[in-house]
């Protein structure tokens, strides 16, 4: 009967995987040649069904696979040449004679005297002792001005299968990156090895042997002993505890006559996104910069110290490590040990030290007559941002902006950058918000804190008259003032009565009232301050010139 059977195992299998890059081999030729003795591959079977007649055994039943050196003599004969050439996820049946097999004795109570024994084998798992870890990158990105390193910290994410393709873990599924330190131990050995020298933005597969993963006993969860692990891994983050912060300028305007110090407050826009690109916040989304004083822990340590030394129009690329950003924990759409680029754009800085700055840009040779408070102004001007955002321009209106300077007509930074001014005279007017229009702003027009740049021409200057003065005498006042006023000799002056007589007397230039005033409030104000009882009506008890007054503040004759 033994005449019968083959003299060696036959295998046949209904399943061969069209894609094979690895196969047992029993005595690997270059490994034999390095070492002098056979070092053999292991090999874990899932699906090991072993068959005579009225007996069957199988790793199944025993829920666990079968894990072995291959042609090191720990099996029968006929499997050791059998798994030979076999690849992960090829199935097999083995029909192993006797001869190869337990022979004429068997094993007592289990396999009878010159048994064929049929396997039917799905191999799941291959590695040798000799392998070192597998690493296979298939995308880099074209820029790669960092690799991992030993100490870096870094995030990934990751598919975690067996060589098999079962997976058993994913980053993926719990939508969060795994984020670890490496080469310190952090990792199993072969992971540690098979993030070092990845990119920003690389995707690799990293191959690790058991021995250099979870060995022989598995992690006692999801990963069995002795078997090999598969991570798909995409690095998205990388950074050093001993980093500092990155500045990359972009664009740095040629004229750059102040840069920014500590304690000043700027305004800027900026895209916030992580290191893999992943926009996080805008200020451009919200079409409002964002406002802050620098240097004064207002903001993250990182672009404290990232917006120092910056111009007005400048646009530069800060790149801040955790420990000067968010930290472990992160902050809303920021995961925790995020690396966080910013690229900004600044718009204005000031201090709130600084005054109104004044530079003339053209003045007439004939400049006596300087412009003072309580003249009256016309001027042309452009209205800008410091970045030279147009806001208005009077000339674009078609008419001048006429004033009373000192009165409160425009904004403080505005009445101190017109003094001292002649007709003809040009210059350009920087006012800090905290002179202009505050923090606030004018909806619609001034953005709040802004810095506003006025290049101004004055065209006309009417002086005023003295200060607390509506109305003054170009000449002696008359002794008989208050009859020369009540026209009806009634011993009382009505606001009609006053008023053409303050009419009359500027229009044949014997007076002069306040430039830059509607007539009809001045002559009211002027009436009222004289009528003491507040009747409507001026007797010549209540009548009183200034100089007659014996308490200052009245705008009166």
């Known amino acids: ?269 900026y895209n916030g996104t992580l290191l893999d690109g992943t926009l996080f916040d805008s200020s451009y989304s919200r079409n409002r910069t964002y406002d802050t004083y620098v240097g004064k822990g207002y903001v993250i340590a990182g672009m404290d110290e990232g917006l120092l030394g910056v111009c007005t129009g400048e646009r530069r690329r800060i790149i801040i490590p955790p420990h000067l950003g968010y930290g472990e924990e992160g902050r809303g759409k920021i995961p925790g040990s995020a690396v966080l680029v910013f690229d900004i754009h600044v718009a204005d800085f000031h201090n709130p030290s600084d005054s109104v700055s004044i530079t003339v840009n053209y003045k007439p040779s004939n400049c006596s007559l300087l412009s003072k408070k309580g003249d009256y102004l016309k001027y042309h001007y452009n209205a800008s941002l410091l970045d030279g955002t147009l806001l208005v321009s009077t000339q674009s209106l078609g008419k001048t902006y006429n004033i009373v300077l000192g009165s409160g007509q425009v904004v403080i930074g505005m009445d101190m950058g017109l003094q001292d001014m002649c007709v003809g005279e040009r210059r350009t007017v920087v006012i800090p918000p905290h002179l202009g229009y505050g923090e606030d702003g004018v909806e619609g027009e001034v953005p709040g804190s802004a810095v506003l740049v006025f290049d101004i021409e004055l065209l006309e200057l009417v002086s005023g008259l003295p200060e607390g003065y509506m109305f003054v005498w170009n000449g002696e006042v008359s002794p008989n003032l208050f009859e020369e006023i009540d026209q009806n000799h009634d011993g009382e002056v009505l606001l009609e009565e006053f008023s053409e007589y303050i009419q009359a007397q500027v229009d044949s230039g014997k007076g002069k009232l306040a430039p830059g005033f509607d007539f009809e409030k001045i002559v009211k104000n002027m009436f009222t301050n004289q009528d003491r009882d507040g009747n409507g009506k001026v007797t010549v008890e209540e009548f009183k010139l200034k100089d007659q007054e014996a308490k200052e503040g009245h705008d009166e004759l």
Not at 54 to 69: A, K
Not at 247 to 256: D, F
């Open 1 to 269: 009967m033994d005449a019968q059977l083959p003299r060696t195992p036959t295998s046949f299998g209904p399943w061969h995987p069209t894609w094979c890059s690895r196969s047992h081999f029993a005595v690997p030729p270059a490994r034999f040649s390095r070492q002098g003795v056979a070092n053999t591959s292991t090999f874990r079977s899932q699906n090991t069904r072993a068959a005579i007649p009225n007996l069957r055994r199988s790793s199944y039943d025993r829920g666990s696979t079968f894990n072995v050196f291959v042609g090191k003599g720990q099996l029968i004969a006929g499997m050791d040449k059998a798994l030979v050439g076999m690849c992960v996820n090829e199935r097999r049946f083995v029909k192993i004679p006797p001869k190869l097999a337990y022979g004429s004795e068997g094993v007592s109570g289990v396999i009878p005297p010159n048994a064929v024994l049929h396997f039917d084998v799905l191999l799941i798992d291959l590695w040798n002792p000799e392998d070192e870890v597998q690493v296979e990158t298939y995308f880099k990105p074209e820029k790669c001005t960092r690799r991992v390193q030993v100490s870096d910290f870094v995030r990934y994410h990751y598919n975690g299968t067996f060589l098999d393709g079962t997976l058993f873990d994913s980053s993926h599924n719990r939508m969060r990156t795994y984020d670890t330190y490496v080469g310190i131990g952090w990792l199993i050995p072969g992971m540690d090895q098979g993030l070092l020298g990845m990119c920003i933005g690389e995707k690799r597969i990293i191959t690790i042997p058991p021995f250099l993963a979870y060995g022989e006993e598995g992690d006692g969860k999801e990963i069995p002993g002795q078997a090999s692990l598969v991570f798909d891994v995409a690095l998205l983050d990388l950074h050093n505890p001993k980093d500092g912060i990155t500045i990359e300028n972009q664009l740095v305007p040629e004229s750059c006559e102040r840069r920014t110090q500590t304690g000043d407050f700027i305004r800027y826009h």
